[in-house]
């Protein structure tokens, strides 16, 4: 059975025959240059992930509701030693500033994006 992951802001019911379900892309910024070089500062994850962190599904919540943490869309890893930011292309529809943000961080470092299947879960 399909099921929709809720942090690409589907409402979790599925769509009729006549539309299309689209399940957006996740993209990890590696922190190595196309060169190979280890990128810096070593926090550098951590940091563009808690700069996207209010970017949520349903929107940012204040009160009592709001907590601390990183959005499903931009999440700091860690894979093969080498840390990372998981991307989702969600985050282009939410706040298409923050998309272009985080893409253009990663070509104005010069960092290795690649794609990273479903299936292979960080």
């Not at 590696?30 to 949520?56: I, V």
């Not at 919540?61 to 930011?85: D, H, L, M, T, W």
């Not at 991307?87 to 104005?108: H, I, Q, T, Y």
Request: charged content about 20%; overall charge positive; some cysteine.
């Amino acid at each position: 059975m399909l099921r929709c992951n809720k942090a690409c802001g589907h409402n979790g019911g599925f769509p009729s025959s006549a539309a299309t379900l689209s399940i957006p892309r996740r993209l990890s910024i590696r922190g190595l240059t196309k060169d190979g070089r280890t990128f810096r500062p070593s926090d550098w994850a951590e940091r563009l992930a808690g700069a996207m962190s209010s970017f949520r599904p349903g929107g940012v919540r204040g009160g009592i509701g709001a907590f601390i943490g990183y959005s499903p869309y931009c999440e700091p890893r860690q894979i093969g030693g080498v840390k990372c930011v998981i991307v989702s292309e969600a985050l282009k529809g939410v706040e298409p500033m923050a998309w272009d943000f985080v893409m253009n961080f990663a070509r104005d470092n010069d960092l290795q994006v690649e794609e990273v299947p479903y299936d292979q879960v960080p």
